[in-house]
């Protein structure tokens, strides 16, 4: 399992992209960005999946 708890992924979307896509198992974030991260995540894996 590899977790990350930080305020990179809440404040820069880019990073918490690079996170999904080296794998990572889960993230905190800030609850402020908790919907609009999620459904960077959702699609990000979406895209990895079709690739």
Excluded: W
């Excluded at 992209?17 to 402020?32: A, K, Q, R, W, Y």
């Amino acid at each position: 399992h590899c977790g990350l708890c930080g305020q990179a992924p809440s404040d820069y979307p880019e990073m918490a992209e690079f996170l999904v896509e080296i794998g990572i198992d889960s993230m905190s974030l800030n609850p402020d960005t908790v919907l609009k991260t999620t459904q960077l995540v959702l699609e990000t894996e979406q895209r990895l999946a079709t690739q």
